[in-house]
């Protein structure tokens, strides 16, 4: 008796993690708050600092294989930086960019759970430069200059709970910021990258 009532929660419980993983595939809404930061030493006397943004969209989970699974997003990201010039006079730089995060995704079912890690290229396209800053040509000819294509990597973790799912990616920016010499040689992953932690929140239909 107990051995059949110990296969039957066992086939019930594997039904239940089967019905959950159904589940798990489907439209994603999702939005939060990006933290970007830019440390570019290469400009004298200016001060730049981390810009808290946001971010909204929509993304599609896929079923899964072997644990993997995939999720292409297209967001709207308002990041940015903001800082002191060398006349301490205050600014801030909105960058306005339409990205593609492609989250490669790898977790574990755990019935009323998935954790996962993710591994995310990130294709990006700058809409809108918005500047809030005093007289200052050089700041002024970044906003000018910042270049419309963009290519990053993210690494992240996140957890999908029920029909909700919760990440926290950071992406790492490829290349320098502009064409105008001024931020040259800002390449990727070194101190002066400019990058992006982004905490998001989902919900899944």
């Known amino acids: 008796m107990k051995?059949?009532?110990?296969?039957?929660?066992?086939?019930?419980?594997?039904?239940?993690?089967?019905n959950i993983s159904a589940r798990a595939e489907g439209l994603v809404i999702k939005g939060g708050l990006s933290y970007s930061n830019m440390g570019i030493s290469s400009i004298a006397n200016q001060d730049f600092r981390n810009y808290?943004?946001?971010h909204?969209?929509?993304?599609?989970?896929?079923?899964?294989?072997?644990?993997?699974?995939?999720?292409?997003?297209?967001?709207?990201?308002?990041?940015?930086?903001?800082?002191k010039d060398a006349n301490g006079n205050d600014f801030s730089i909105r960058t306005n960019y339409l990205e593609i995060p492609v989250n490669i995704q790898w977790g574990l079912d755990l019935i009323v759970a998935r954790p996962f890690l993710?591994?995310?290229p990130v294709f990006g396209y700058?809409?809108?430069?918005v500047g809030s800053i005093a007289e200052n040509p050089t700041i002024n000819t970044i906003i000018d200059n910042i270049q419309r294509g963009e290519?990053?990597?993210?690494?992240?973790?996140?957890?999908?709970?029920?029909?909700?799912?919760?990440?926290?990616?950071?992406?790492?920016?490829f290349g320098s910021i502009d064409w105008d010499g001024i931020t040259s040689s800002i390449?990727?992953?070194?101190?002066?990258?400019?990058?992006?932690?982004e905490i998001s929140l989902g919900l899944r239909f």
């Open 151 to 173: 290519f990053g990597l993210g690494v992240g973790a996140g957890i999908d709970v029920w029909k909700l799912q919760i990440t926290a990616r950071y992406n790492w920016s």
């Open 3 to 18: 051995k059949k009532l110990a296969l039957l929660c066992a086939v019930f419980v594997l039904m239940i993690g089967t």
């Open 52 to 54: 808290t943004g946001w």
């Open 126 to 129: 700058n809409l809108k430069n």
């Open 56 to 83: 909204f969209g929509v993304g599609y989970q896929t079923g899964r294989l072997l644990g993997f699974s995939l999720q292409p997003e297209l967001l709207y990201n308002a990041k940015g930086i903001k800082g």
């Open 118 to 120: 993710m591994l995310t």
């Open 187 to 197: 390449k990727n992953l070194n101190k002066n990258t400019p990058g992006c932690l």
